[in-house]
């Protein structure tokens, strides 16, 4: 990992139009939809954006969505086959971008073959330590077990089993000696800690330099993190500030969430976001369209790992609803065709590539220093310092012009001002300077 990485999330499924449900699950026919392929088209859209990395939304054998995982040794034949996986990878390593795989460690499928066994065989299964059952408990299986959040088609693992930590690293194993670059662990926070820390210990001996980011919703993250040993954490406290105090146009919520960010900058790297495969997109969750640029830009001048949720970019909608399906619209393939290079980018897009430039080229960003310098409900000045540079953002939600303080001499990189020679920011307006 260096200190420019720069991801492009996308959730391969979705994103190459595959069915909900895999018609190859319970088929012997040998057939496979080499969607994977399909990637390769793209491969210039992300090198143009600027992003240095990708992180694949889960690939491997499912049912359904790709976490009621199957077969993590087996490419999904929605998607293809191992073959055209490490073509994929190969083929963004010569563009110089790594990949990161989204990896299944603390649940399975209920299609997965050693809960298939306990189904069949009940206590007499071999694999009945690798779950959490009850035979006292008789359910619709003639026995109940532990599931995650709820949800029967996800069978928890038993990660007190050493069998399920060997499973675990070997899966990784598999897939680093194939080019992966680094793995998102779904529902890190919901794995013990000392699960994971055996487990990164293990793969960190085969990889030093491995990124391992772990989903974080909520709890403690520097307690999650440091138990853990993993490299960076989802910080969903910073994306909801972001979006809440755009809308609320309530800056102090955002300031607070600022100064626990630095916080855990000084424990972990944070995995920052404005839009993922579970959220509301950002240009729907806004209630103020003019806001969004505003959203991007912090973004990338806070300190952490940004990562751009495909179609972001592009300002694409979507709703994430709580019932059955309610994924689909954020999920989404993209309303563009990556090799029309005639075709028009849409202000979002370029609002994008010149921050994720800004960010490139001031790869100490990842780990400045930040602090607000000036605050009110619907303005913010943010300074964030490293070695030999500081840069200065503000922002204004107010229906009125704002003054903001920039002390220095500093040049304006990225947004606008009322005028060239002043520091006033325009209605609903936002500027970045930076001392080099």
Excluded at 4 to 17: A, Q, S, W
Excluded at 63 to 91: K, N
Excluded at 321 to 328: A, H, I, N
Excluded at 346 to 364: D, F, K, N, V
Aim: with cysteine; aromatic share 10%.
């Amino acid at each position: 990992m260096t200190c420019n990485d720069i991801y492009y999330h996308l959730y391969p499924l979705g994103f190459l139009g595959a069915e909900d449900r895999n018609p190859h699950l319970h088929s012997d026919d040998g057939s496979v939809t080499h969607r994977l392929a399909d990637l390769h088209r793209w491969l210039d859209y992300f090198v143009e954006l600027g992003v240095t990395s990708l992180l694949l939304g889960p690939v491997f054998e499912s049912e359904t969505h790709g976490y009621d995982l199957v077969d993590p040794f087996r490419v999904d034949r929605r998607l293809g086959d191992e073959s055209d996986l490490v073509a994929f990878i190969d083929a963004c390593h010569q563009r110089g971008l790594k990949v990161a795989l989204d990896m299944v460690f603390n649940h399975v499928g209920r299609g997965h073959p050693y809960f298939q066994d306990v189904l069949q065989h009940g206590r007499d299964s071999k694999r009945c330590s690798w779950f959490h059952l009850d035979f006292d408990q008789p359910g619709y299986d003639g026995f109940s077990y532990e599931n995650f959040e709820g949800i029967g088609q996800l069978v928890k693992l038993n990660h007190a089993n050493a069998e399920v930590l060997d499973w675990a690293v070997r899966v990784a194993g598999y897939w680093m000696d194939r080019g992966v670059d680094a793995f998102r662990l779904d529902a890190a926070y919901a794995i013990p800690g000392r699960f994971l820390a055996e487990f990164s210990d293990q793969v960190r001996a085969e990889r030093s330099d491995l990124l391992l980011i772990g989903e974080v919703i909520h709890g403690d993250y520097v307690s999650i993190v440091e138990s853990s040993g993993l490299g960076a954490a989802t910080q969903y406290e910073l994306w909801k500030a972001i979006w809440s105090a755009l809308n609320d146009r309530n800056f102090f919520e955002l300031a607070h969430a600022l100064e626990r960010h630095s916080d855990f900058c000084e424990h972990f790297l944070p995995w920052t976001f404005v839009g993922n495969h579970d959220t509301t997109r950002i240009a729907t969750r806004l209630s103020d369209s003019r806001h969004l640029p505003q959203a991007v830009a912090l973004l990338f001048v806070i300190p952490g790992l940004p990562a751009v949720y495909a179609g972001d970019e592009l300002g694409v909608k979507g709703t994430k609803y709580e019932r059955e399906g309610g994924d689909d619209e954020i999920r989404r393939p993209l309303p563009i065709d990556p090799e029309d290079r005639d075709a028009g980018k849409p202000l979002a897009w370029q609002h994008h590539r010149q921050l994720i430039e800004m960010r490139r080229s001031r790869p100490w960003l990842q780990r400045g220093s930040l602090r607000v310098t000036q605050l009110a409900n619907r303005t913010i000045t943010l300074e964030v310092r490293g070695d030999q540079d500081v840069l200065v953002a503000a922002f204004n939600t107010d229906d009125q012009s704002a003054s903001c303080e920039v002390a220095g001499d500093k040049k304006l990189i990225a947004g606008q001002t009322v005028s060239p020679t002043t520091t006033e920011l325009p209605p609903h307006g936002w500027a970045i300077w930076s001392s080099n």
